[in-house]
């Protein structure tokens, strides 16, 4: 992979006490001195230069980039960062800059962080700074440019000022941790994407955290942590069969768990292989190398297809019909008048709550053998029925959910394999005559809410922007989406 790292002229050195505070003045020229050790592969004894060669990776201080600088002490305050205008010195991994005129305080210590993140007064402070692995995007067969631009983040080991020579020193050390995939394409294709997925669905991976600048400590976001990662793709392509392409991705460091890579190509056809498990640590470099198989999906040619959410069913690939329902109904409301006064399951202000759930147990947990009622799905296929809310909830946490605006609906994927995939297309919901949130999706599940009268249920409910399960009046009329039992 390509590294690049890139230091920053430093201007002014801003802090949280007023200027009475300080006995420093302005000095000119200050130095600025950049180090950093280069990846080394943790499975080689080799050392690397971020520039993908046959032994490693390596990084190169380059111009425009910035770093962020903090002090830290005897007082902390608020950071400083600007653009490096060049290297008076580029040799190796140790750089020198001449910063421009920097407010320093004799004995004081200070720290820095590259990428610079977010405004001059990082209000949160050097212990918190943002780091986010998401959207991760390669250009051309093995080329590494996207991580040292965008996610190869650094803090550096705190540094005092030295009022002998008027410079201050950062040796900067690499959080993330490097992964090198070497794929052998089974046919000549040009790939969109690569998703990384552990195969127990384990939240292994995490998108989003805070750095501490001066240890490089990271605190995990608990709601980025994930099952999988993808790495987007635009010019790599395989020209013939049997041809090896380089990708590179930075994670946390973590341990993976077994991994299945999935290649999906610029037709929609996808290409898989089992990785096994690695345990990574900040600054290192690990490698996988597989050969892809060419998945031909045994669902291909069915109605229904493994979404991958382990709870033993199968989502169809189309709703049950293009009609609207009302919760438990078998046939679209009479003069297309979704209302309680056409609701069958309403008698003077009593809703039957017995339709969908285990009589012996109330309605805590939904046994479709107990149904006593025959549902629209099962009415229209003996092998289907209307999922339960915790079924919808499976296939939203366990799935790959993109928004496809030219279709106006969820572009729905296994995620280990995006050649299994479902469209779930806005509907909106009838409410008496009229269609309402005609921009929004709702999706009936078998589950009436338990609390109150039973007038509402749970239905799948989406936007461009969010998905979760939402509960609704059962008078409404909204679509199903059928499940199949796996066996």
């Known amino acids: 992979m390509i590294k690049r790292i890139i230091p920053f002229m430093l201007t002014a050195l801003l802090f949280s006490c007023s200027a009475d505070d300080y006995t420093s003045e302005y000095k000119d020229n200050v130095k600025v001195r950049l180090s950093i050790s280069s990846y080394k592969y943790d499975d080689a004894d080799t050392r690397t230069v971020l520039t993908p060669t046959s032994s490693g990776i390596t990084f190169a201080w380059d111009n425009n980039e910035k770093i962020g600088v903090f002090p830290i002490a005897p007082v902390s305050g608020s950071q400083v960062g600007h653009v490096v ?109 690569l998703t990384f997925a552990n195969v127990n669905g384990d939240k292994t991976f995490c998108t989003a955290a805070k750095m501490n600048a001066a240890t490089g400590q990271l605190v995990k976001d608990n709601n980025a942590m994930t099952p ?36 999906t190509d610029t037709n929609g056809e996808s290409y898989s292989a089992t990785l096994n498990s690695k345990t990574t640590s900040a600054g290192r470099a690990y490698r996988w190398k597989a050969t892809l198989t060419h998945l031909t999906d045994e669902f291909a040619d069915k109605e229904y297809v493994d979404m991958g959410t382990g709870d033993g069913v199968y989502w169809a690939k189309e709703n049950v019909s293009t009609s609207y329902y009302a919760w438990a109904m078998i046939s679209p409301a009479a003069s297309g008048d979704y209302s309680w006064n056409n609701y069958d399951y309403c ?112 239905c799948l409910h989406f936007t461009s922007t969010s998905r979760g399960l939402s509960a609704n009046p059962r008078y409404q009329g909204l679509m199903i989406r059928p499940v199949f039992v796996a066996n």
């Open 85 to 193: 205008s060049g290297p008076s010195v580029k040799s190796g991994d140790y750089a020198e800059f001449d910063g421009g005129p920097w407010l320093l305080r004799d004995g004081s210590t200070y720290t820095a962080y590259y990428p610079f993140q977010g405004s001059m007064t990082l209000d949160d402070g050097y212990d918190q700074i943002p780091v986010s692995l998401a959207g991760q995007a390669q250009s051309g067969d093995d080329n590494a440019s996207h991580i040292g631009e965008s996610y190869d983040y650094m803090f550096a080991t705190p540094s005092e000022y030295d009022p002998k020579d008027n410079s201050v020193t950062f040796e900067f050390h690499h959080v993330m941790s490097i992964i090198q995939v070497k794929l052998t394409m089974p046919n000549a294709a040009t790939l969109s994407n």
């Open 228 to 263: 999988s990662v993808s790495l987007a793709l635009s010019n790599v392509a395989a020209t013939a069969a049997n041809q090896e392409l380089t990708f590179y991705i930075a994670i946390m460091p973590t341990t993976t768990g077994q991994v299945k890579v999935t290649a």
């Open 347 to 458: 008698e003077n202000g009593n809703y039957d709550e017995q339709l969908y759930h285990n009589a012996d147990d109330g309605i805590t947990s939904i046994i479709p053998e107990d149904y006593k009622y025959e549902d629209i799905a099962y009415r229209k296929n003996r092998s289907s029925r209307i999922p339960t809310s915790s079924e919808f909830q499976k296939l939203i946490d366990k799935c790959d959910w993109e928004w496809d605006s030219s279709k106006n609906g969820y572009n729905v994927y296994n995620k280990t394999n995006r050649a299994r995939t479902i469209f779930i297309p806005v509907s909106g919901k009838k409410d008496g005559t009229s269609t309402v949130s005609s921009e929004e999706g709702f999706y009936w599940t078998a589950n009436v809410v338990p609390e109150g009268n039973y007038s509402n249920a749970y």
